[in-house]
């Protein structure tokens, strides 16, 4: 293991005791302080932000999606900041006694949550996760090691120097929050590999990092991020909110997760829905490629080819289908989906009741944007990930998928016969 990461998972392997006993007033103190310090340095955030930005521009092969993950304004260091005082407006989940009963030989048992300890996120080029994902591990209890990419470390640098000088302004370890300045794959092999040191790591990246994450680590892993969603248009939706909702949800930010990267659209309502939203989509820049029906709306729309389904684009590219039931709109999903973000727009209860029912994904929307899943827009204040698998948390990872259960027995003198 690399002395920086050997020294970095120590340093946080020690903070963790001291923060799973830590005040919720120090804690909220501590995410106020840091609120406050990255909208006082925002220009200086700003200047490290650019020199990713300069580099990312000598490079070759990155898409306008990247570049706007990388990018920080100030209105994003704001939302950062406003991310970070709904954490600490949050109820504090350590302690929380979720359920007690009391056994027939008088012992009363009862469930309460506990920090998990050591988390690791290995993420890519989004500088805001590296204050979302610190400002929640501390709220829940828990140390965190960060490591980010090559592309955002001058941008990861000068937060994760704000949120230290934060943590040892409120007589914290600075070791509760650490950052991975070693950029090489190595590194994030190491953490890995660092089971004696962490008790979780998370991936939150494209399908092939979370993949190598998957594949290599020893320290339990919670998959999150890989997004190819749709947005099924049902027989029965109103025209206008169905062009608004399918628009928002490919180009309000195409380079995320929670954008739709497949529309469906039920045949009866095509002749009319296809016209509509086609033009405003191709006026917005973005690439249709389309089924064979599809086809027949614009001569600017190209032909899908089958890998088309199952991509996550990340750009402004949109895959569009004409399905003849609710049934096959469901099934494409379910076959395609990975699990993440799927809508139906929809006048018809029963069939957004069908929806609700057979789709299986972490959030599944009625007459709404896939834009939404988001721990900031769900109250959470920010999210550490969106999970798209099943065990121990799923959708987006707020506080208490920081924290884990501890049973806690009160007894008279019990003795087993």
């Known amino acids: 293991m690399k002395p920086e990461v050997l020294e970095k998972c120590s340093q946080a392997h020690r903070a963790k005791s001291i923060l799973a006993n830590c005040s919720a007033t120090v804690k909220n103190e501590v995410l106020e ?7 006082k340095e925002k220009d200086s955030i700003i200047s490290e ?45 350590v302690g929380e006694v ?20 050591v988390v690791g ?3 890519e080029a989004r500088p805001n996760v590296t204050i979302d994902a610190a400002g929640l591990a501390v709220k829940a209890g828990n140390a965190v090691i960060l490591r980010g990419s090559s592309e955002a470390i001058n941008s990861n640098r000068a937060l994760v120097r704000i949120i230290q000088k934060s943590l040892t302004a409120k007589k914290l370890p600075a070791g509760t929050v650490a950052l991975i300045e070693d950029t090489e794959r190595s590194a994030a092999m190491d953490l890995m590999k660092a089971d004696q040191y962490l008790d ?28 190819n969603c749709h947005t099924y248009v049902d027989d029965s939706a109103e025209l206008e909110s169905a062009v608004k909702i399918t628009v928002n949800a490919k180009v309000q930010r195409p380079g995320v997760c929670n954008a739709t990267e497949t529309l469906l659209v039920h045949e009866e309502i095509a002749p009319t829905f296809l016209p509509r939203v086609i033009p405003v ?27 088309d389904w199952s991509t996550e684009y990340l750009d402004l590219i949109l895959a569009v289908k004409v399905v003849s039931t609710l049934d096959e709109a469901i099934e494409h999903i379910n076959y395609y989906g990975t699990g993440h973000s799927e809508a139906i727009i929809t006048d018809s209860y029963e069939h957004s009741r069908l929806f609700l029912n057979k789709i299986d994904a972490a959030a599944v929307y009625v007459n709404s944007s896939t834009r939404f899943t988001d721990g900031f ?23 208490d998928a920081l924290t884990s259960l501890k049973y806690i027995i009160y007894g008279t003198g019990q003795v087993k016969d």
């Open 33 to 39: 302080h840091i609120a406050r310090a990255i909208e």
């Open 49 to 93: 932000n650019s020199k990713d930005i300069d580099l990312l521009k000598s490079k070759e092969g990155y898409s306008r999606a990247f570049h706007d993950r990388l990018l920080l304004t100030e209105e994003r260091i704001e939302s950062m900041a406003e991310g970070l005082r709904q954490i600490a407006a949050l109820d504090d989940p």
């Open 98 to 117: 979720t359920k007690m009963w009391r056994r027939p030989n008088g012992l009363q048992i009862g469930l309460t949550r506990v920090p998990i300890g």
């Open 121 to 123: 996120i290995i993420y």
């Open 200 to 227: 979780l790591l998370i991936p939150r990246g494209g399908a092939s990092l979370i993949k190598t994450v998957v594949s290599n680590s020893t320290v339990p892993v919670i998959q999150t991020g890989e997004g």
């Open 281 to 307: 989509l191709l006026e917005k820049g973005v690439e249709i490629r389309g089924c064979e029906e599809t086809l027949a709306y614009n001569s600017e729309i190209k032909r899908a080819a089958d890998e």
């Open 377 to 399: 827009e769900f109250g959470l204040g920010a999210e550490m990930g969106i999970s798209t698998q099943k065990l121990h948390v799923r959708g987006p990872m707020g506080l």
